[in-house]
Nanobody
Framework: QVQLVESGGGLVQPGGSLRLSCAAS????????MGWYRQAPGKQRELVAA???????NYPDSVKGRFTISRDNAKNTVYLQMNSLKPEDTAVYYC?????????WGQGTQVTVSS
């Protein structure tokens, strides 16, 4: 069992930056693949960044070059650095931990990009 708590969301102007954090507890954090997903109103949840237990990273084209995922296994935390934010990045951002058939979600944190 893994508990995930996201933080760092908020309101930012277009072109601005935010860093999201996801603190994990309850299991051996380092063995999990971690991901950040987002869901905008009326849209499906989509992956925005993923990092394997070995540190390999994956991004969709929509955020590549703007978002960076990282993990600190000593702190049981995964981060999402978001730069050059656009209004279309507005969504609830969720942290996910996965291993084999198991998948855990955080409660989400709102990111709003608006002037």
């Amino acid at each position: 069992q893994v508990q995930l708590v996201e933080s760092g969301g908020g309101l930012v102007q277009p072109g601005g930056s935010l860093r999201l954090s996801c603190a994990a507890s309850g299991s051996i954090f380092s063995i999990y693949a971690m991901g950040w997903y987002r869901q905008a109103p009326g849209k499906q949840r989509e992956l925005v960044a993923a990092i394997t237990s070995g540190g390999r990273k994956n991004y969709p084209d929509s955020v590549k070059g703007r978002f960076t995922i990282s993990r600190d296994n000593a702190k049981n935390t995964v981060y999402l650095q978001m730069n050059s934010l656009k209004p279309e990045d507005t969504a609830v951002y969720y942290c996910n931990a996965a291993i084999q058939a198991l998948s855990y979600w955080g409660q989400g944190t709102q990111v709003t990009v608006s002037s």
